[in-house]
């Protein structure tokens, strides 16, 4: 899927990077179907692993091993002790320069645009190392343009952009500093050493007695018995202290805990939202172009590779597919009805895809939410119109999820679900699963992804019919601690590395939230506006209905 917004090479810059710079410088730069029996598991001793994760066979553990080597990030210095804020990167001391065309100083439609990046310290000195985190964006607001650019990491303090330029007119260059490199080892670390820092608890509830315990996939070890959760089929692990006078069949439901913020205060000034994190960096010169008419006779420069170019831009507020199945705008409620006809459509997921639950429900007056009694951030939910014979459901996956007390019932994993589904050419599944495994291992992440895929894996065979699609991440706001700490777009972007990697090859389609949002001028949210959700859904309408063009 050719969307990786960020990636890091050991190479020096660009041929036309390094000219420009040594001679403006001087310088040469280098450049769950049925659920478990709750089981009890005997006090811990010296064998208990902190994390309980599941085992893999030799297929899946090789697999595993390339995607860590796929997602690794740069290589930096451990961070100095004391660690001093005025040494790491700091955007208003960065900059970026739009290199020359390399066509007469002229930029036509289908062309290609490079800028270069240098990143300095709070004293303004030039960083040695790579590892930072950097978004950019090609963009015209007026004109309800965007389109994303790569980011190229030259392990050395600077980084090249580039872009397709899709569009005529008048074009911004815009580069985020999303987090310093000294930010991410402490993200890295996190995770590796405090993966319960967003912990869970349960309620186990027999007639007039109630009992609450913690409970993960990373318990601590203690004196008191465990209750193994583990689903069955899937060998999904879950686990929860047991409670003291109740047996482990009394849990009701499940629930957020609360947060552990366990960093120095030097740590937390690598997280200041205006200071250094997702900060815009100036530009070194002009930081807009503008795009003449496509030129006759020459090849297209930015028609996009699906390795490595952009997946789609924005034109006029409308996503437009750069490959793969061309995207229609479904204008109202009517052409949505049509498309949707005689469809059962099954969201699994977080509240990421539990939006385009509610987005249909609103779009289409016809399609009617029928009670179920449940809690409208949890679900179960579903939506029919009767007449048309359409059918929308959502359910939330399985834990981890940071909700409110979802009741045991409805803990299920999406694998299990998806081994219920008969599937066919009028059934489609849409799952987005990524936010909250952002504070775990990414090997956890890994083995729920291989479940998942396995279960598509079956439902296809058994249902070649079938229409899956996947929503993949997307950046948020980051605006407090707790959100860097715990769903910072780092993680995001790991998790999204492997989502990609982890369904390549297979007969399903992608929903590119993590471009649509990045691309977007509306600013970034775990849950985005009205205006990408709906050409979010435009995109899965469009897989679901195909159009031929013209």
Known sequence: MGVVTYISLPISPSSRAREYYQKKMNTTIIIPYPRAASTVTPPVDIHYNFCKLKPLSPEEALEENLLLNSTAWPETPSLSSPLFLSNTSDPAHSTFTILPSIREGQWHVGDKLEALIKIHDFKGRPK?????????????????????????????????????????????????????????????????????????????????????????????????PVCNYTELLTGEPWFCYKPKNLNCDARINHFTGGFKENITAIEKQLFQRGVNMKVSI??????????????????????????????????????????????????????????LKDKVVHLHGDSTIRQWFEYLNQAVPDLKEFNLHSQKKIGPLMALDNANNILVTYRCHGPP????????????????????????????????????????????????????????????????????????????????LYDALTVSDWYSLQRDKVLRAMFKGLNVHLVDAWEMVLAH?????????????????NVLLSYICPQKDG
């Open 128 to 224: 040695k190392f790579g590892g930072d985190v950097l978004f950019a964006q090609l963009h015209n607001p007026t004109l309800g343009a965007g389109v994303v650019g790569q980011v190229v990491d030259h392990l050395n303090g600077s980084y090249s952009a580039e872009f397709s330029i899709p569009w005529e007119g008048s074009a911004q260059v815009e580069v985020t500093l999303v987090h310093p490199s000294e930010a991410v080892r402490v993200l890295h670390r996190l995770n590796r050493e405090q993966p319960d820092r967003i912990y869970f608890k349960s309620q186990f509830r027999s007639g007039s007695v109630t009992e609450t315990t913690i409970c993960n996939v990373c318990l601590h070890p203690a004196q008191q």
């Open 521 to 537: 001028h509306l600013p970034h949210d775990l849950h985005p506006p009205p205006p990408i959700i709906k050409n979010m859904v």
């Open 401 to 480: 999820i940071r909700f409110s007390k979802v009741p045991t019932s409805e803990l299920l994993y999406i694998a299990s679900k998806l081994d219920n589904v008969v599937g066919g050419s009028n059934t489609v599944i849409v799952l987005s699963i990524w936010s909250h495994f952002s504070t775990y291992p990414i090997q956890f992440y890994i083995r729920r992804l291989q479940s998942i895929r396995r279960a598509v894996v079956r439902l296809l065979s058994r249902a070649p019919d079938t229409l899956v699609v996947i929503r993949s991440a997307n950046p948020k706001a980051l605006i407090t």
């Open 282 to 339: 100036p530009a070194s010169g002009p930081a807009n172009i503008t795009v003449l008419p496509k030129r006759k006779g020459h090849s297209d420069e930015s028609s996009s590779s699906v390795e490595s170019g952009p997946s789609g831009y924005y034109y006029e507020g409308v996503w437009r597919a750069l490959y793969g199945t061309t995207v229609h705008e479904f204008k109202n409620s009517s052409a949505i009805t049509q498309c």
